[in-house]
Structures are given as C-alpha cells and as structure tokens.
C-alpha cells in the first residue's frame, strides 16, 4: 500500500505540468504543426507569413522566454516581447515570414522555450520548409492597369452590363509549367476568361490570356487570379447610369482663410437612379514647407468626408442628411477641393471643383499692451497664410499723441520659422514681445506696429499703455 502511494505522489508533478504545442493557422483554423511546417513554393521576392501559435495546452500557466528562427529567408515579423505569460488554454502568436530573392529549397526551424511554475525549462522545436521559385512575369494591356504593389491589376469603373475585356501578358522565366488559374469571382459574374479558368505557361515561354469584366450590378468585383506560386487580384468596379454633373453652390463668391461657408450641391439634370456616395475635401499647400493645414474640414463632423444621397429624379443632394454643409477654410494660402464621390454609381464630367485661398497680408486678431515696471509689453494674435512673418516696425507716442521714436526695426523671421516648424493645424499665433526702457517709461501713452510678411504690410491699431 505504501509503494501505490509513494508511485501516485512521484508522478503527480508531472501530470500537472503544462504543455506548449505550436500550431499553424489558415484563417481561423489551428493545425498541430508537429515536426515539420512547409510553406510551399513561394515566388522568388516575395513574402509569406505564417501566424504561429505557441497554445499552452498544460493545466498550469507558462511564462514563454525565448522565441528563436534559424535557416535563411525565415524571420520573425510580429509578435509579442518576451518573457510572455500564457494561462492554460491560451496561446502566445508569432508571425514568421519567409522572403527569398534567390530560388532553390530552404530549411530553417523555429524554436520556443518555457518555464513551468516549477521552474523547469523546456522546448520545442518545429522544421521549416520553403522553396523560393522562379517568379512570373505579368504585364498588362489597356485599357487596365498593374499590377501594383499589391498585386492588384485594375480593370476601372464600367457601366453594368458593358463588356471590358483585357489581355494579360505570362512570362514563365522557369523550367516547369507555370500553371494559370482563375478563381471565383466575387460576387458572382464579374470576371471571366476567354479560354477558361485553367491554363499553363511551357517552361521559358510567354503566353497571353484574355479575361473579360462585365459587371451585372452597382457594385465592386475582385477574382483570384493565381499564377504558379503568386496570386494576382483582377479588381473592377460597375457602376449604375452615371449621374449628371454636380452643379456647386457657396454662399459667397470670394473665399479667404479662417472663414466658414456654406456648401450645396446639386446635379445637372434629374438622377436616373437612388445614388449615394462621400462628399470629401482635400487640400493642397502653396507653403512649400507646410504639408497640410487640418483646420480645413467640415464643421459639423470635424472631418474632412462626409456622405451624400440623392433621389431618383431628383437633383438635389443631401449631405449629411442637410441641405447644405459648413466648412472652414483654414490659415493656409493652397487649393481646396471638394470632390462627389459616387462609390458605385457613375458621374458625369468633373466630380470636383477648387476654391483658391490667396496669400494675403497678416490678420491681426486682436492686441494689447502693459506695462511693468520700466518693461513695456504688448502681445498680438493673428494669423499668416503664407507664413514668412517676420519683419516689423515699431512707432511710440506719448500721452499727449507725440511721436516719440518711430521707424524701430526688428526682424522676428527665424523666431517664426522655428514656432511653425511642423505645424499642421494653420498658421495663428500669439506674438508677445517685450521693451525695456531706460527713462519714464511712465510717459509712453501707446504705440502701434507694421508687420510684414510676403504678400504686404498690415499695421495694428493704436495699443493705449495703462
């Protein structure tokens, strides 16, 4: 009886100790790994990423210590730092790419390593398997465009029901047969191929395929187009009888900066469908150092998008479910333009126009002045579109309204420069500059400034000292 027990307490510890298996996932699937993971073929410069992850299927928790990844092209790309806690259950994630520039077969593994809540150190161990391969050479035919950087080759907007068909260029630089396969279209009917949805490309030879867009509906069209190991997407969009021109209404015909105004728009003729679509600004900066100025947006949603529906035969717009919409102009001399978006819906001629804000002199706000002890202060607030504030004169009077000294220079341009470095929200400010003076500085009654900037000279009004 004793040695029954004595074997049961010797072997507890280990039922109870936890258990790190990795596991692959496609999509939301968890596949063991086991011994082994194999990529597959991988065109040749391209980039695979496989989610790992580290489940700790024990009944204690896991501190993960150390994750490891050996054998060229393999690398680790996302996850979490260590050490990582993993409760019983959980899992920790690691993303390992496999990239390669040079074909041929690749081996690497992946280790990770743990402590129990004993201590005890452990690991294991997976093989990594890729084989980098000759990539295919695709070019495009009018009127498409691509592939782009994301694979994705462009066949526009169409009408619906309006044939486009394109012809595609096959490269095959291997010595295998490179097959060429079409996937299903989403949703259905959007894509289709001219010699089916299976075809190959002959070991170092060039074969062109004809795939045609034809969409029956409003709506965006992608296809799986996959091509030996690299997957292409073919991308349309069809679009419903496009509506007529918008027709542009602000409530003023001269708009400058810091202003709101009100827009409204409405189309050229009756829309022959119920469209909907985005309403967006954009802005571009005749500030060479100034980026974009985010104080231009639509007031109402702090943004610069807002959305728009329209009536079938009707021809006025409701944005945001108003009639019209406010928007600010900012503090920055560019172009504004605001652009109709009709999604799926077509549009005829051009869906934007532009609003120029011209540089101008500088806007003063407002300004005043102190003084303390023998230190005159006097603080302006404005705003410079063009942002090249800088030089200023300065005339002082006394009580009675006599010029005491007139024509002070100074030139603040390297201080504005720095104030303005990086700005993206305008170009307002708060300017206060300070004048000791030697003497009564009692007998100083107000003075006022010019300042100057690349479009002109402003003046300030007369600033009375207290």
Known sequence: MTARVLLFALLLPLALQAQVVLMSLSGIKETPVGTGYNYGEVAAGDALDVRFHARNQGTGSVTITNLKVTGAGFSIVNTSSTPYAVAPGAVMAVFVRFLNAQTGDYAGTLQVTWNDAAGRTTSVTANLQASAVPAPIVTVGTPCTGPDTTKTINFGRNQQFTKVTCTLTIQNPGSQPLAV????????????????????????????????????????????????????????????????????????????????HALSVALAGPAPVAAFGNLRLTFTSAVPSVSDDFAIQFVATSKRIASFTVKAGETAVSINGQPNIIFATGTTAGRITVTLEPGAFGITGDPSTSIHIAPVPISIAASSATRVANNLQVVVTGFDNTYTIGPMSFTFYDRAGGVIASGMQSDFSSNFRLFFQGKTLGSTFLMRIAFPVTGDAASVGAMDAALNNSAGTVRTQRITFP
């Open 181 to 260: 396969t079409l996937g299903a279209s989403t949703p259905n009917s959007g894509f289709s191929a001219a010699s089916g949805n299976g075809a190959s490309v002959t070991g170092g030879q060039t074969g062109t395929f004809a795939y045609t867009f034809n969409a029956p509906a409003a709506l965006v069209y992608t296809a799986p187009l996959t091509v030996g190991a690299r997957t292409y997407t073919l991308y349309g969009v069809g679009y419903s009888a496009a509506l007529p021109e918008p027709v542009w209404t602000f409530d003023k015909p001269s708009i400058s900066s810091a202003e709101q």
